[in-house]
């Protein structure tokens, strides 16, 4: 029985192996910025409402 997706949807790095982009948003470092293709140093709930509304607007 599967418990979960698999493949480049299990994890982030999978994806990014599989030529996903991999963008980090958080206020503090992780362990994945050195492989992020863009990093947004904020909280989620700041951050998101604003990069929702950049890609609506296009």
């Given at each position: 029985?599967n418990?979960?997706?698999?493949?480049?949807?299990?994890?982030?790095?999978?994806?990014?192996?599989?030529?996903?982009?991999?963008?980090?948003v958080?206020?503090?470092p992780t362990p994945?910025?050195?492989?992020?293709?863009?990093?947004?140093?904020?909280?989620?709930?700041?951050?998101?409402?604003?990069?929702l509304?950049?890609?609506?607007?296009?």
């Amino acid at each position: 029985m599967n418990s979960g997706p698999t493949g480049p949807r299990r994890h982030p790095l999978s994806a990014a192996d599989h030529g996903a982009r991999l963008i980090v948003v958080d206020a503090e470092p992780t362990p994945y910025d050195g492989l992020a293709d863009e990093i947004v140093p904020e909280a989620i709930g700041s951050a998101l409402p604003k990069l929702l509304a950049e890609l609506r607007a296009g």
